[in-house]
Protein backbone atom coordinates (compact mmCIF):
# COMPACT_ATOMS: atom_id res chain seq x y z
CA UNK A 1 0.00 0.00 0.00
CA UNK A 2 0.64 3.71 -0.39
CA UNK A 3 3.52 4.77 2.60
CA UNK A 4 4.78 8.30 3.36
CA UNK A 5 7.74 8.67 5.13
CA UNK A 6 9.41 11.89 6.77
CA UNK A 7 13.01 12.17 7.58
CA UNK A 8 14.48 13.23 10.27
CA UNK A 9 12.33 11.53 13.09
CA UNK A 10 13.91 13.99 15.23
CA UNK A 11 15.60 17.53 15.14
CA UNK A 12 17.37 19.34 17.87
CA UNK A 13 17.95 23.19 16.61
CA UNK A 14 19.53 25.81 18.63
CA UNK A 15 16.93 29.10 18.32
CA UNK A 16 17.76 31.06 15.49
CA UNK A 17 19.13 27.87 13.44
CA UNK A 18 17.08 26.87 10.04
CA UNK A 19 15.34 23.41 10.45
CA UNK A 20 14.12 21.61 7.50
CA UNK A 21 11.96 18.03 7.29
CA UNK A 22 11.46 15.82 4.03
CA UNK A 23 9.01 13.82 2.85
CA UNK A 24 8.58 10.57 0.58
CA UNK A 25 5.75 9.06 -1.08
CA UNK A 26 5.95 5.68 -2.50
CA UNK A 27 2.87 6.64 -5.09
CA UNK A 28 2.86 9.80 -7.36
CA UNK A 29 0.65 12.25 -5.19
CA UNK A 30 -2.25 14.53 -6.43
CA UNK A 31 -2.28 17.11 -3.53
CA UNK A 32 0.24 17.15 -0.21
CA UNK A 33 -0.62 18.86 3.11
CA UNK A 34 1.31 19.98 5.91
CA UNK A 35 0.36 20.08 9.66
CA UNK A 36 2.10 20.74 12.81
CA UNK A 37 1.03 18.81 15.90
CA UNK A 38 2.19 21.11 19.95
CA UNK A 39 2.79 18.17 22.63
CA UNK A 40 -0.57 17.23 23.71
CA UNK A 41 -2.34 18.78 21.52
CA UNK A 42 -3.63 17.94 17.66
CA UNK A 43 -2.89 18.28 14.09
CA UNK A 44 -3.19 21.52 12.71
CA UNK A 45 -3.01 22.88 8.57
CA UNK A 46 -0.19 24.78 7.80
CA UNK A 47 -0.85 24.63 3.71
CA UNK A 48 -1.68 22.37 0.96
CA UNK A 49 0.30 21.81 -2.44
CA UNK A 50 -1.29 20.90 -5.73
CA UNK A 51 0.81 21.54 -8.50
CA UNK A 52 4.28 19.99 -10.09
CA UNK A 53 7.11 22.11 -8.41
CA UNK A 54 4.85 24.58 -6.24
CA UNK A 55 6.41 26.76 -3.40
CA UNK A 56 4.76 28.64 -1.03
CA UNK A 57 6.08 30.74 1.89
CA UNK A 58 3.93 31.39 5.37
CA UNK A 59 6.46 34.26 6.85
CA UNK A 60 9.35 31.94 7.86
CA UNK A 61 8.31 28.83 6.55
CA UNK A 62 8.82 27.50 3.12
CA UNK A 63 6.88 24.62 1.90
CA UNK A 64 8.12 22.81 -1.97
CA UNK A 65 6.58 20.08 -3.86
CA UNK A 66 8.20 18.00 -5.86
CA UNK A 67 8.39 17.94 -9.74
CA UNK A 68 7.39 14.04 -9.92
CA UNK A 69 4.72 14.82 -7.38
CA UNK A 70 6.07 12.24 -5.09
CA UNK A 71 8.19 14.20 -2.58
CA UNK A 72 7.83 17.85 -0.54
CA UNK A 73 9.96 19.88 1.86
CA UNK A 74 8.88 22.11 5.12
CA UNK A 75 12.06 24.31 5.72
CA UNK A 76 11.70 26.78 9.02
CA UNK A 77 13.96 30.00 8.56
CA UNK A 78 15.44 31.08 11.81
CA UNK A 79 13.63 29.00 14.61
CA UNK A 80 11.52 30.43 17.16
CA UNK A 81 10.47 28.38 20.67
CA UNK A 82 6.94 28.58 19.33
CA UNK A 83 7.82 26.37 16.26
CA UNK A 84 8.18 23.33 18.90
CA UNK A 85 6.39 20.64 17.67
CA UNK A 86 6.23 17.95 15.11
CA UNK A 87 5.42 18.68 11.31
CA UNK A 88 3.61 16.11 9.54
CA UNK A 89 3.04 16.01 5.70
CA UNK A 90 -0.27 14.24 4.27
CA UNK A 91 -0.73 13.45 1.02
CA UNK A 92 -3.89 11.78 -1.41
CA UNK A 93 -3.44 9.96 -4.67
CA UNK A 94 -6.70 11.78 -5.78
CA UNK A 95 -9.34 9.99 -3.02
CA UNK A 96 -10.70 10.95 0.11
CA UNK A 97 -8.37 8.74 1.99
CA UNK A 98 -5.26 10.75 3.23
CA UNK A 99 -2.14 8.88 4.09
CA UNK A 100 0.28 10.65 7.00
CA UNK A 101 3.86 10.78 7.08
CA UNK A 102 5.67 9.47 10.15
CA UNK A 103 6.47 13.36 11.26
CA UNK A 104 9.31 15.08 12.09
CA UNK A 105 9.50 16.38 15.76
CA UNK A 106 11.50 19.72 16.61
CA UNK A 107 12.50 20.63 19.78
CA UNK A 108 14.15 24.11 19.88
CA UNK A 109 16.94 25.05 22.08
CA UNK A 110 16.81 28.90 23.57
CA UNK B 1 -18.25 28.70 12.32
CA UNK B 2 -17.37 24.98 12.15
CA UNK B 3 -16.83 23.48 14.89
CA UNK B 4 -15.98 19.30 16.05
CA UNK B 5 -16.44 17.86 19.01
CA UNK B 6 -15.26 14.41 20.57
CA UNK B 7 -15.52 12.59 23.79
CA UNK B 8 -14.70 12.19 26.13
CA UNK B 9 -10.96 13.43 26.30
CA UNK B 10 -9.64 11.02 28.32
CA UNK B 11 -10.66 7.01 28.87
CA UNK B 12 -9.36 4.29 31.03
CA UNK B 13 -10.47 1.09 29.98
CA UNK B 14 -9.85 -2.44 30.52
CA UNK B 15 -8.79 -5.35 28.52
CA UNK B 16 -11.92 -7.02 27.13
CA UNK B 17 -14.13 -4.15 27.78
CA UNK B 18 -16.12 -2.44 24.93
CA UNK B 19 -15.69 0.60 23.36
CA UNK B 20 -17.52 3.63 22.30
CA UNK B 21 -16.13 7.52 21.10
CA UNK B 22 -17.88 9.99 19.60
CA UNK B 23 -17.17 12.97 16.96
CA UNK B 24 -20.08 15.66 15.92
CA UNK B 25 -19.33 18.42 13.74
CA UNK B 26 -21.14 21.27 13.78
CA UNK B 27 -21.64 24.12 11.23
CA UNK B 28 -21.39 22.19 8.39
CA UNK B 29 -23.49 20.16 5.82
CA UNK B 30 -22.24 16.91 4.20
CA UNK B 31 -18.55 16.70 5.17
CA UNK B 32 -16.08 13.65 5.18
CA UNK B 33 -15.46 12.36 8.21
CA UNK B 34 -12.32 10.39 9.48
CA UNK B 35 -11.08 8.51 12.53
CA UNK B 36 -7.12 8.45 12.93
CA UNK B 37 -5.20 6.60 15.67
CA UNK B 38 -1.68 7.85 17.10
CA UNK B 39 0.47 5.75 19.24
CA UNK B 40 2.38 7.58 21.84
CA UNK B 41 5.48 9.38 19.68
CA UNK B 42 4.29 7.78 16.39
CA UNK B 43 2.37 9.31 13.76
CA UNK B 44 -1.58 9.43 12.48
CA UNK B 45 -2.97 5.72 11.06
CA UNK B 46 -5.62 6.09 9.15
CA UNK B 47 -8.51 3.60 10.61
CA UNK B 48 -11.76 4.39 8.84
CA UNK B 49 -13.45 7.54 6.51
CA UNK B 50 -16.84 8.78 5.45
CA UNK B 51 -18.09 10.11 2.44
CA UNK B 52 -21.93 9.76 3.65
CA UNK B 53 -24.47 8.73 6.03
CA UNK B 54 -24.30 4.64 6.59
CA UNK B 55 -20.91 4.79 4.25
CA UNK B 56 -17.69 3.04 6.28
CA UNK B 57 -14.71 2.74 4.20
CA UNK B 58 -12.20 0.32 6.59
CA UNK B 59 -7.88 1.28 6.06
CA UNK B 60 -6.92 -1.91 8.98
CA UNK B 61 -7.73 -4.93 9.86
CA UNK B 62 -8.81 -5.27 13.29
CA UNK B 63 -10.95 -5.61 16.57
CA UNK B 64 -12.74 -1.91 15.60
CA UNK B 65 -15.75 -0.56 13.56
CA UNK B 66 -17.33 2.74 12.79
CA UNK B 67 -20.72 3.98 11.81
CA UNK B 68 -21.92 6.94 10.39
CA UNK B 69 -25.56 7.20 11.63
CA UNK B 70 -26.18 11.19 10.81
CA UNK B 71 -24.54 13.68 8.68
CA UNK B 72 -22.48 15.07 11.18
CA UNK B 73 -21.83 11.98 13.97
CA UNK B 74 -18.93 9.73 13.73
CA UNK B 75 -18.89 6.70 16.27
CA UNK B 76 -15.84 4.14 16.69
CA UNK B 77 -16.57 1.19 18.51
CA UNK B 78 -15.32 -2.05 19.85
CA UNK B 79 -16.36 -4.94 21.15
CA UNK B 80 -13.45 -6.19 23.41
CA UNK B 81 -10.43 -3.95 23.85
CA UNK B 82 -7.09 -4.77 23.45
CA UNK B 83 -3.81 -3.52 24.89
CA UNK B 84 -3.09 -2.67 21.47
CA UNK B 85 -6.11 -0.70 21.22
CA UNK B 86 -4.63 2.18 23.35
CA UNK B 87 -3.62 5.59 21.70
CA UNK B 88 -4.96 8.89 21.07
CA UNK B 89 -7.84 8.71 18.91
CA UNK B 90 -8.95 11.57 16.37
CA UNK B 91 -11.55 12.26 14.51
CA UNK B 92 -11.25 15.00 11.69
CA UNK B 93 -13.59 16.14 9.02
CA UNK B 94 -12.95 17.46 5.27
CA UNK B 95 -15.68 19.64 3.69
CA UNK B 96 -17.71 23.27 3.04
CA UNK B 97 -16.16 25.82 0.98
CA UNK B 98 -12.57 25.09 1.41
CA UNK B 99 -12.40 21.73 0.71
CA UNK B 100 -9.18 20.64 1.39
CA UNK B 101 -8.03 21.12 5.06
CA UNK B 102 -8.47 18.28 7.84
CA UNK B 103 -10.01 20.07 10.86
CA UNK B 104 -9.03 17.74 14.01
CA UNK B 105 -11.10 17.43 17.34
CA UNK B 106 -9.34 17.71 20.69
CA UNK B 107 -9.11 13.72 20.98
CA UNK B 108 -9.79 10.89 23.29
CA UNK B 109 -6.48 9.55 24.95
CA UNK B 110 -7.61 5.67 25.70
CA UNK B 111 -5.13 3.56 28.02
CA UNK B 112 -5.98 -0.29 28.29
CA UNK B 113 -4.99 -1.57 30.92
Known amino acids: GQQVMQIPQYQHVQEGEDF ?12 IQWYKQRPGGHPVFLIQLVKSGEVKKQKRLTF ?12 ITATQTTD ?5 CAGTS ?3 KYIFGTGTRLKVLA | SQTIHQWPATL ?6 PLSLECTVEGTSNPNLYWYRQAAGRGLQLLFYSVGIGQISSEVPQNLSASRPQDRQFILSSKKLLLSDSGFYLCAWIGGVSYNEQFFGPGTRLTVL
Open chain 1, 20 to 31: TTYCNSSTTLSN
Open chain 1, 64 to 75: QFGEAKKNSSLH
Open chain 1, 94 to 96: GTY
Open chain 1, 84 to 88: VGTYF
Open chain 2, 12 to 17: VQPVGS
